[in-house]
């Protein structure tokens, strides 16, 4: 079973702070992506990575793929109570021929003003 | 708006119930896919349909089925409801070509 944790599950910091979220792994995924959710709705998409040390920006944001694509994170600058919300990671595998996700339990952001 | 709707948007029934969920994916998405979301477990994925044809499968009961009709709506039904089975339940739809899953707003789930 192929099992992504994140870390940590629940952060509460200050308007201004700077913050990283992980999501972990022991298998090997084909690419990672980040969604965030707000109350109410779906999540959406941020960032597909999908090479191995791969680093993306997005505005404030910051997404790195490890090296050997088991382990992921989240960089957010100068975080803004617009940023909260809860971030999920998701791993995308090929099983017996089909590809699935397969989601973190997530992490929770709140950010105060 | 992600283009994904989905019906109704809470539910509530009582344990022993069934029940049938509806989603509409985005406009010529072929790809539908059903995700479970509940407090202690994050977002589970259930069971992909292709062009009406199933795909791939999750961690989908017994008790859970679905199916995509020819006009590409996708209906979950879940019958012999349990308490556990209260939760928020998800459809996205991903186009020919690319692996961006689109998620409607959810049906939210309460079995007393």
């Known amino acids: 079973t192929q099992l992504l944790e994140q870390s940590p599950q629940f952060l509460s910091i200050q308007e201004g702070e700077n913050l990283t979220v992980y999501c972990n792994s022991s298998?090997?995924?084909?690419?990672l992506q980040w969604y965030r959710q707000e109350p109410g709705e779906g999540p959406v998409l941020l960032v597909t990575v999908v090479t191995g040390g791969e680093v993306k920006k997005l505005k404030r944001l910051t997404f790195q793929f490890g090296d050997a694509r088991k382990d992921s994170s989240l960089h957010i600058t100068a975080a803004q109570p617009g940023d909260t919300g809860l971030y999920l990671c998701?791993?995308?595998?090929?099983?017996?021929?089909?590809?699935?996700?397969?989601f973190g339990q997530g992490t929770r952001l709140t950010i105060n003003p | 708006d992600s283009g994904v709707t989905q019906t109704p948007k809470h539910l509530i029934t009582a344990t022993g119930q069934r029940v049938t969920l509806r989603c509409s994916p985005r406009?010529?998405?072929?790809?539908v896919y059903w995700y479970q979301q509940s407090l202690d477990q994050g977002l589970q994925f259930l069971i992909q349909y292709y062009n009406g044809e199933e795909r791939a499968k999750g961690n989908i009961l017994e008790r859970f089925s679905a199916q995509q009709f020819p006009d590409l709506h996708s209906e979950l039904n879940l019958s012999s409801l349990e308490l556990g089975d209260s939760a928020l339940y998800f459809c996205?739809?991903?186009?020919?070509?690319?692996?961006?899953?689109?998620f409607g707003p959810g049906t939210r789930l309460t079995v007393l």
């Open positions: 406009s010529g998405d072929l790809s």
């Open positions: 996205a739809s991903s186009g020919f070509g690319t692996d961006t899953q689109y």
């Open positions: 998701a791993g995308r595998s090929t099983i017996q021929g089909a590809q699935k996700l397969v």
């Open positions: 298998s090997v995924f084909s690419s």
